[in-house]
């Protein structure tokens, strides 16, 4: 019985974690203060008759992890004027001796405690980046593209899905070696994510395959986004000099909610058949007409604000992913944007 309660609290401790972590700043600091004025009302109650420093020392871990050291350090210091206030010299065994110093040695003590939280919080961030993100062209991997993308197909607006494929990349690594394979990705890559929105979710979910999936106004722009992305894709130059080609396949997708892999594998047949005609753009379009509505969040799918469906949100993140060696530094904010043209 004792095994089987430490597993359940093994399961539910870290997605509690995850889940504070991701709390957006507002939120945040509601818990934070409401925590706060609970510990300080208990406090008043009791007197100094009850010790009521784990309690602020649990709000001011609370604030270090959801929001860093920095919100930390003021949480712990406004709990500690807070119940110096309340409780007077009294709340110190010896405070005839010196006030300021117990003050200080006891601010001390909670700011490495804040320290070891905080850093355990960026730690854990810096973690969740490496594990989604492809560490060769910076683009979200496969595992962040489906726990990111449930939101894209959760939303009821129209939304377009480009499944890309290299084309002669063997060829490259053969004639001219790997490194310059590598570099012709990553030189694709990053031309891509300069060519769509923070906002549109980019992943390399193979050696040279790449998803683009992201909302857009209505049928019309979508085939005109497909079109240019398809036209950018084919006419980037490789710092090897190598023009690189790309076969596209381009699924639009109607205002409804859609499981993620379905769409997948729509679009990955696309892509086959473009590949069979050579670097060509497939795109396959809606049989009946659908009424655009407007976007509204998925039932059951994140906001990519905060980690995704597997528990806690995604940040509010730049979803084309980042640089390569940006990962270490890469914050946890990010902002919104709106539909393609």
């Known amino acids: ?100 110093s117990n003050f200080a040695m006891r601010f001390a003590a909670v700011t490495i405690i804040i320290a070891i939280v905080a850093g355990s919080r960026s730690a854990y961030i810096r973690e969740w980046w490496l594990a989604r993100t ?15 993308g449930e939101e894209v197909a959760g939303v009821n607006s129209w939304r377009l899905l480009i499944y890309a494929d290299l084309d002669g990349l063997k060829k490259i690594n053969d004639l001219q070696g790997h490194a310059a394979g590598d570099g012709a990705i990553r030189d694709f890559a990053t031309a891509v994510r300069a060519s769509i929105r923070r906002t ?4 390399r979910v193979g050696g040279d395959e790449f998803i683009i999936f992201m909302q857009v106004r209505d049928r019309s722009a ?34 409804d909610e859609t499981r993620i892999d379905g769409l997948v594998r729509a679009a990955d047949k696309l892509m086959y058949r473009a590949k069979l005609r050579g670097a060509s ?47 270490e530094r890469m914050p946890l904010a990010g902002a919104h944007g709106g539909d393609a043209d």
């Not at 549109?200 to 992943?203: G, N």
């Not at 992305?229 to 490789?238: E, F, K, V, Y």
Request: hydrophobic share 50%; charged share 15%; proline share 8%.
């Open 134 to 148: 492809d560490p060769l062209t910076g683009a979200f991997n496969r595992q962040a593209f489906f726990e990111l």
């Open 1 to 100: 019985m004792q095994d089987y309660a430490n597993l359940i609290s093994a399961h539910r401790v870290p997605h509690v974690l995850k889940w504070l972590v991701s709390r957006p700043p507002a939120h945040a600091w509601i818990m934070v203060l409401l925590g706060t004025d609970l510990a300080a009302l208990g406090d008043v109650v009791t007197g100094p008759n009850l010790w009521f420093g784990p309690v602020y020392l649990l709000v001011v871990c609370l604030a270090a992890w959801c929001r860093g050291g920095r919100a930390g350090l003021a949480t712990g210091l406004g709990c500690m004027i807070a119940t110096l206030l309340i409780n007077g010299p009294t709340l110190y065994p010896f405070a005839h001796a010196d006030i300021a």
């Open 222 to 255: 979508a085939e005109a986004v497909a079109e240019r992305l398809h036209g950018r894709m084919n006419s980037i130059q490789a710092t090897t000099g190598v023009s690189l080609r790309c076969s596209v396949g381009a699924l639009i997708v109607a205002p």
């Open 200 to 203: 549109d979710l980019f992943a």
């Open 281 to 327: 753009l497939q795109i396959h379009l809606p049989e009946r007409p659908h009424r655009a509505a407007a976007p509204t969040r998925p039932k059951s799918a994140s906001r990519v604000h905060g980690f995704s469906p597997w528990g806690f949100q995604a940040p509010s993140i730049d979803r084309r992913g980042i640089a390569p060696r940006a990962v």
